[in-house]
């Protein structure tokens, strides 16, 4: 699986469905919708009924241990949080989600992984850089998948991954409120395609 997170704010129930097909089918398996959008567990649940074999689906901006039930509740897997609640993750991996929560310091790095993460949201990284995560990378445990999010998009793939990102969080540079599904689904190809080279390269 590519390790691409489609990054839905603002999506509404009704047009869910066809925005994943289209980003599943374009190759990227990891779908969150974050809870500030319309209706946010209505598309989770839609989303994951429909797409739960195929891909990882999930809600972002996750800030309370009571909407991690809510969103397994409905069928989501995934949970990924702006910022490092020990709480949020201790919740998400008791119910057996995988967890993403967000940092941006090393205290806030060692801080998740010591509580269980997953993986790590590096947010927002066009504040901390390539150069910030190429020094976090130096003392972080090799095994440690952190995702670039905010400030990442296909032109820029290829730097991130050198300075040691593992994945990626996508969001307006595949979905804004409102695009449809073929629009979407031709940003997709193009970010899997660049994706893809950055792995060649």
Request: aromatic share 4%.
């Amino acid at each position: 699986m590519r390790k691409i997170v489609a990054i839905l704010r603002g999506i509404t129930p009704g047009e869910a469905e066809d925005v994943a097909k289209a980003l599943i089918d374009a190759g990227i398996g990891m779908i969150e919708v974050p809870l500030n959008s319309p209706e946010p567990f209505d598309s989770i649940m839609r989303i994951a009924a429909r797409f739960g074999g195929a891909a990882l689906i999930g809600a972002g901006t996750v800030l309370r241990v009571e909407e991690v039930a809510r969103v397994a509740e409905v069928g989501g897997r995934l949970i990924v949080s702006p910022n490092c609640d020990r709480g949020v993750i201790a919740a998400t991996k008791t119910a057996g989600m995988t967890s993403f929560p967000g940092v941006m310091t090393p205290t806030e790095v060692f801080a998740a992984l010591h509580a269980g993460a997953d993986g790590l949201k590096l947010f927002p990284g066009s504040l901390i850089g390539t150069e910030g995560l190429k020094a976090m990378c130096a003392v972080l445990p090799s095994n440690a998948q952190v995702y670039a999010v905010g400030g990442a998009n296909a032109a820029n793939l290829a730097e991130w991954r050198a300075a040691g990102a593992d994945g990626f969080g996508i969001g307006s540079a595949l979905y804004a409120p409102g695009m449809d599904a073929v629009t979407v689904g031709e940003r997709a190809q193009a970010l899997v395609a660049a994706y893809d080279g950055s792995l060649a390269g």
